[in-house]
């Protein structure tokens, strides 16, 4: 018997229509055609209009018949598409009034805000029809992709390392070694998973993938007279649609089937997928912005507004997203759900989350829904969530955003406090409560130490070459007039400005990028490594490389030669890390012992053993960590040493003792030259003076003790 | 060019020739010798696919849809797939669902699945 439910019930032109169904939002395949649902609060019509795909103009426009309406939402199913070579958009008819909120404007097509597809911006960097009527196209994607048996990870979130990446910097050098129709794509990134591999990271965060424009930037630069570009994409055209420009196979529409496929082959390496997902404001800008969805569809519901009628800009780049609007609040929800279910995505890294925490009026939650929810959804239940804990309107919840037991931070105040320590400022009380994973910020509520996320350079400030190299921002080439950046970078150029033939001042600077990774690698909590850090990567000071497609923010894989000690040590550390759980703990230091080793779990040394300095002016700090407390006394690990000298001399430290028949072995020390700098896992020498040793001036020492 | 599609089965073994463009207009007609092979007693897929000299997505539809039919039990086998063909093969990850080989060696196959 035939289904009556498929059946058409209205005819517009040649297109046979029935009234759809309100959920899912977005334009669905269901037996027979499309159900095509949208949302509005305020619009007093809607019309469905469809392109042959790349057509300049519709083939045909069909208006939502009245009893399509249920509620807001405007629903219907066309039959017999070629849905394949179809792209749609919508116009909007309502009220237009700038105080009150309302942009309707029926001449425009609008984006449909679930596009799970987006053309438009096809190819990367190939410049766009300005006089295109619909500029970013929605289409439909499928979801049959073949996953086989793969699934998210859920690897836990302690044992995780973390490298931040972007999409199109990774291969784009042509010296990447991936095939030329790959470099700067997810495939690309499918090409180089040997590389991560070895490197040992698990988990990959990428820069954000949802589709925006690169073409929204009106700067040139100053120097070469070179467009520029919004190279990063932290602005968002559609948030379900991946960005098609990422994509080899963007031209031919599939870029949905090449980034499952990525996360698919990093998933069979044992590397989560995480994203940077911007939720905070869109790629529609201020008042002066393009139409391209949202103002067009619902202003008043998308935007937060000031009661001028104005947007708020807490995201310093336009609009703000009304977050915790009820609707705008399900569309995240959807949106992630999407992201986590379809493409298994392992975690999320919401960028300037502080944001999401704000009411339609700007004014800070006491209890956010939007964040409540997202913790406690069940399909989201596994996906980790990482909080850039503060926002561009001054809120700064480093330490208090609002977690609801899920939620981790980007550690903003680890990044300050070891830059403070490397450069030999700072105060090492701080130190040791960032080396534990901030127990002081984390503890007090019961947050665990993998809360925090540890970094010491990220996509936004100096790369870890560029810390040691520059003590000011070298921005010119944005075109901003080097105001663009922070300049609160804690950075010092060990001597000389920029790059130099000084061989002290280079080993110096080696030696610095040495000690940050080593500190980063044996602290508590998560770690987080900024790509083309461990081969030595510059921006030559520029510490805002949003707007630039080229070697600033290529990756120069010719650095693995040139840099090869630099990766070998990371290398190095990551393994270390790995092979020691101690190191990895869920819950935060007792300070005591408590499974009856003779050692409490993390005891604190100096230049003497047992005695930390820990006065205002020490630059000297050293730890130890009892094996027999490793995943709180679950697992038996070795003992760690951890020493750091952070003077502009040398100095002998004296090493606490080990248990009957332990001896210290030298995992790695800063201060010697590769490749005696670090070893394998399992092959560290025997320290020859079991009682002391002299750290080199900034210098980190590691030992461990078996 | 105009699509089309052959089926030929001897033993277990289905053979369909592809040649032409396989799209959405085009996709039916391929996904009708799917369902004929799969109605059969087979445990080997070959798609010829020499003259086949362009994939879209609702192409490669057909063949995500052709894996998750034939079930894991149907071993399938990509021949001399053309290079534009197999760059989308690659980009997608489907090569790595199927076994892609450049000529067809009935011996070679079946001593393989032996």
């Known amino acids: ?706 | 060019m105009t699509f089309n599609a052959t089926l030929e089965i001897i033993d277990n073994i289905a053979q369909i020739s592809l040649s032409g463009e396989l799209d959405a207009s085009t996709a039916l007609i391929f996904q009708e010798k799917i369902g004929a092979a799969a109605a059969q007693d087979i445990n080997t897929l070959i798609l010829m696919m020499k003259e086949l000299e362009y994939l879209s997505s609702a192409g490669l539809r057909m063949l995500i849809f052709t894996k998750q039919k034939m079930g894991p039990g149907v071993a399938i086998y990509v021949v001399s797939p053309q290079e534009m063909v197999m760059d989308t093969l690659e980009k997608t990850g489907f090569h790595h669902s199927v076994n892609v080989i450049d000529e067809y060696d009935a011996a070679k196959i079946a001593s393989a699945l032996s």
Not at chain 1, 342 to 352: A, P
């Open chain 1, 1 to 706: 018997m035939e289904r009556i439910d498929i059946h058409p019930t209205h005819i517009h032109g040649d297109f046979k229509l029935r009234r759809g169904k309100p959920f899912p939002f977005g334009a669905t395949l269901v037996p027979g055609g499309v159900n095509f649902s949208i949302f509005s609060s305020y619009a007093t019509s809607c019309i469905l209009v469809l392109f042959a795909k790349h057509a300049p103009q519709p083939m045909a426009e069909i208006p939502f018949p009245e009893e399509f309406r249920i509620g807001n939402v405007y629903c219907m199913v066309v039959f017999n598409l070629d849905y394949e070579n179809l792209e749609y958009g919508y116009r909007l008819d309502g009220p237009t009034n700038f105080q009150e909120g309302h942009w309707f404007d029926n001449q425009k097509i609008l984006m449909d805000p679930y596009a799970k597809i987006i053309g438009g911006r096809d190819i990367w960097g190939i410049p766009p029809n300005w006089d295109d009527v619909y500029q970013h196209r929605a289409r439909i994607a499928f979801d049959d992709f073949d996953w086989e048996d793969d699934r998210p990870l859920e690897i836990p979130p302690e044992d995780q390392i973390i490298y931040e990446m972007h999409v199109r910097s990774f291969t784009r050098h042509p010296s990447s070694g991936v095939k030329e129709k790959h470099e700067g794509t997810f495939a690309g990134i499918r090409d180089k998973i040997p590389y991560l591999k070895e490197l040992g990271v698990n988990a990959v965060e990428l820069m954000p993938i949802f589709e925006f424009d690169e073409f929204e930037n009106n700067r040139t630069n100053p120097e070469t007279g070179e467009m520029l570009l919004n190279y990063w994409g932290y602005s968002t055209v559609g948030f379900f649609a991946p960005k098609a420009g990422y994509a080899a196979t963007g031209r031919l529409g599939m870029q949905v089937d090449e980034l499952k496929a990525l996360v698919k082959e990093l998933h069979k390496n044992g590397i989560e997928v995480i994203l940077d997902v911007v939720f905070n404001h869109t790629a529609e800008g201020n008042e002066y912005g393009p139409t391209i969805s949202f103002r067009g569809i619902d202003n008043k519901t998308y935007y937060m507004l000031t009661p001028e009628g104005y947007y708020f800009n807490f995201s310093g780049c336009g609009n703000t997203l009304n977050c915790n609007n009820p609707i705008v609040r399900n569309m995240v929800l959807d949106c992630l759900r999407y992201w986590a279910e379809e493409y298994h995505i392992d975690g999320f890294r919401f960028d300037l989350a502080s944001i999401l925490g704000r009411d339609p009026w700007g004014f800070p939650l006491a209890n956010p829904p939007l964040l409540e929810t997202l913790a406690f959804d069940p399909i989201l239940a596994k996906c980790k969530l990482i909080a850039e804990a503060w926002d561009a309107g001054g809120l700064y919840q480093v330490g208090s955003f609002p977690a609801y037991g899920r939620w981790a931070e980007w550690n903003g105040k680890y990044r300050d406090a070891m830059r403070k320590f490397l450069k030999g400022n700072g105060s090492v009380g701080e130190i040791a409560q960032r080396l534990q994973g901030s127990p002081d910020l984390y503890a007090w509520e019961g947050r665990e130490p993998a809360t925090s996320i540890n970094f010491i350079t990220a996509h936004d400030g100096f790369t870890l070459m560029d810390l040691v190299s520059y003590n000011w921002k070298h921005n010119e080439a944005n075109g901003e007039n080097n105001n663009d950046g922070s300049n609160d970078n804690d950075s010092w150029n060990c001597g000389w400005e920029g790059s130099t033939e000084d061989p002290g001042i280079n080993a110096l600077r080696r030696r610095q990028i040495k000690n940050a990774v080593a500190m980063l690698m044996v602290s508590q909590g998560v770690p987080m490594i900024l790509m083309g850090d461990e081969v030595g990567r510059t921006q030559y000071g520029n510490n805002n490389t949003y707007c630039h497609d080229n070697e600033l923010n290529w990756l120069d894989w010719t650095l693995l030669e040139t840099n090869a000690d630099l990766f070998r040590f990371f290398k190095n550390c990551i393994a270390f890390r790995k092979a020691h759980p101690v190191l990895r703990n869920r819950q935060h230091f007792q300070n005591r012992d408590y499974v009856g080793s003779g050692y409490a779990d993390i005891t604190w040394h100096g230049t003497q053993a047992w005695n930390a300095d820990w006065s205002d002016s020490s630059h000297t700090l050293a730890f130890m960590l009892c094996g027999k407390h490793a995943k709180q006394g679950n697992i038996v690990d070795n003992y760690i040493y951890v020493a750091m000298n952070m003077y502009w001399e040398a100095h002998w430290f004296e090493i606490p003792g080990l248990p009957e028949g332990m001896k210290w072995n030298v995992f790695a020390n800063t201060g010697v030259t590769s490749p005696e700098d670090s070893w394998e896992p399992g092959t560290e020498p025997l320290l020859e003076n079991q009682t002391g040793l002299l750290l080199g001036d900034r210098s980190v020492v590691i030992l461990v003790g078996k």
